[in-house]
């Protein structure tokens, strides 16, 4: 493990595996660095300096407050420089795969000038037809119960607000998982808070900010707004691409996405 110092002091905790041009995997809701660590190994195969981090409030990091979108754009933009300035380190700027909610704070990151030169994303969560119901008071709902410490209470709250039954969530509570979700949960609100308004809409007009080329990916077993929601940000995107894999519910495996990725980011300019 290696850390990097954020702007506002905060040290965030990464690894990294490879040589060769930078990648960073961003994860999503309930995930640190370890979940991401098969990817990274296997874009580290395929060429690449491969990093996977824990995003603030997560495993090794720290969690200065208060929060802000900014701050882990900051935390983003010190991990890669981090990466860049060690021995045969990966250069001034890196791709960035973000998985879900991760998706949504690579693209701010790459829309508002982090050293980015390509990204990628798995289904980013944005209101489109057909997909769950904005709830206004679903951001106000997280942020009483972290406050008030009510852990279980906020992974339950996420899981129905996604639309699983309650004897999926049930089942969670029985699973070896369920210590890691508890330990995790406080930072759902930071999740919700990179998916941008109420409403969660694809971000048009951010994604028509992106100066570098942007793919998004589905799994065809994902349910139909997830795959609809990465398509839309593909269309939005000046030099957006969409490409869906047979995978299952919200991911793809490791051997199949990987090489996809790595063609893609060896296709991407140099900078």
């Known amino acids: 493990m290696d850390t990097a110092t954020s702007a506002d002091g905060t040290v965030i905790a990464y690894e990294r595996w490879g040589e060769g ?9 309930f995930n640190d660095r370890r979940t991401w660590a098969e990817l990274a190994q296997a874009l580290a195969e395929e060429g690449f300096t491969a990093v996977s981090y824990d995003r603030r409030g997560r495993g090794d990091s720290g969690d200065t407050e208060p929060y802000a979108v900014e701050r882990e754009i900051e935390d983003l933009t ?13 250069g ?11 998706a949504a704070l690579a693209l701010q990151a790459a829309a508002h000038g982090a050293p980015v030169r390509a990204l990628s994303g798995l289904e980013p969560p944005y209101g489109v037809e057909g997909g769950p119901p904005p709830d206004p008071d679903y951001l106000p709902t997280l942020v009483r119960l972290r406050e008030q410490g009510r852990n279980a209470e906020i992974v339950e709250f996420f899981m129905s607000g996604i639309g699983l039954p ?16 508890l330990a995790l949960a406080p930072t759902l609100v930071y999740d919700t808070q990179c998916l941008g308004d109420v409403e969660h809409l694809v971000p048009v007009d951010l994604l028509s900010k992106l100066r570098v080329p942007a793919l998004f990916v589905s799994s065809t077993a994902s ?19 969409h490409r869906a894999f047979e995978g299952e519910f919200h991911s793809i495996a490791t051997d199949v996405l990987a090489p996809a990725l790595a063609e893609f980011y060896r296709g991407a300019p140099q900078s």
């Open 78 to 90: 010190a991990v890669i420089r981090s990466v860049g300035s060690e021995p045969g380190g990966a």
């Open 21 to 29: 041009p930078q990648v960073v995997v961003v994860g999503g809701a």
């Open 166 to 181: 309650p004897e999926a969530i049930s089942g969670a509570r029985q699973s070896p998982m369920w210590a890691g979700m």
């Open 92 to 102: 001034p700027a890196a791709c960035l795969h973000g998985v879900s909610s991760g």
């Open 223 to 241: 349910p139909e707004w997830l795959q609809r929601a990465a398509q839309e940000c593909a269309a939005a995107a000046p030099d957006g691409t």
